[in-house]
């Protein structure tokens, strides 16, 4: 990988491996097939300790396929998928048993671990970690979209992973939900010191959270791309970034639109307006 100045991004083919002690999760000539359809070809990918990874490509060029692998829900040879330490899963849709509370819902992901006896206090922990201190003896019925969705990303922090694995958990949700989201994921990860690997279609989502964007293409990877701006100044106007956006557009055969230079990079809300000329008066 090539080696950054700081406040620039870069795009490289696909990365080399890095050494042994840096990564929490290694790909090896990774491959996948469903009958005659290959799905992940020869996939060769490192997650380093602490990093946040964005999975971009088009819809069924493996990305899912790819997470699926890394979170062990898939068989792979011997060899081929390597995690140092635990990992934890949410998904689009946060899949919550409707007749369990909460609480026993995140609870759930301790069942079979070491800390079965604490994990009623565990999930009451990391509940309140993601604002739903107050939702232990809620039904799932009773949560809103995001609510919801907070409840499957404690189920995923619960067992402290060293590898969070989330396959596009905001793309159902409304835009200042999906902000709230962001800004919640960015101070778990700096709270937990974790790695995470992030599928998502959204390439503006990608830009404000990663540190590094993978994109894949008919199974391979095709391109990366590595971000050391701080997330504060990823502006859509910096140069840099909105670069970096059109590049990545152009690798999904997305024609890139302006981004807009007034929409803050963290809150994503919209600045005011430049004053309108008025409007000339027409003849008497």
Not at 102 to 119: F, M
Not at 248 to 259: D, F
């Amino acid at each position: 990988m090539a080696l950054l100045t700081p406040g620039t991004t870069t795009a490289t083919p696909p990365a080399p491996p890095s050494p042994g002690g840096e990564h929490v999760a290694r790909v090896r000539r990774h491959n996948r097939s469903f009958g005659d359809t290959h799905v992940l070809r020869d996939i060769d990918l490192d997650v380093r300790h602490g990093e946040i990874v964005a999975l971009l490509g088009r819809s069924g060029c493996g990305k899912s396929t790819l997470l699926r692998s890394l979170a062990h829900l898939d068989p792979a040879p011997a060899g081929e998928i390597e995690v140092n330490g635990r990992t934890g899963v949410a998904f689009q849709e946060p899949r919550l048993l409707n007749w369990r509370t909460v609480q026993q819902n995140v609870a759930l992901a301790l069942l079979n671990s070491p800390e079965r006896k604490q994990r009623f206090t565990l999930a009451e922990e990391t509940l309140a970690e993601v604002g739903l201190g107050a939702k232990l003896d809620a039904w799932p019925l009773q949560l809103s979209g995001g609510q919801a969705q907070r409840v499957s990303l404690a189920r995923a922090l619960v067992s402290n992973p060293a590898l969070l694995l989330l396959d596009e958990p905001f793309s159902a949700l409304d835009a200042l939900t999906r902000i709230e989201m962001h800004q919640l994921v960015i101070e778990l990860w700096r709270r937990h010191s974790m790695a995470i690997l992030l599928v998502t279609h959204d390439v503006d989502e990608a830009l404000a959270l990663a540190d590094r964007m993978v994109v894949m293409d008919e199974g391979r990877i095709a391109r990366t791309w590595e971000i050391s701006l701080p997330r504060s100044d990823r502006a859509p106007s910096q140069p840099d970034i909105a670069r970096t956006r059109a590049e990545v557009l152009g690798a999904l055969g997305v024609k890139p639109t302006p981004p807009n230079p007034r929409r803050d990079p963290v809150t994503g809300e919209l600045g005011p307006a430049h004053p309108t000329q008025p409007a000339k008066r027409g003849a008497a």
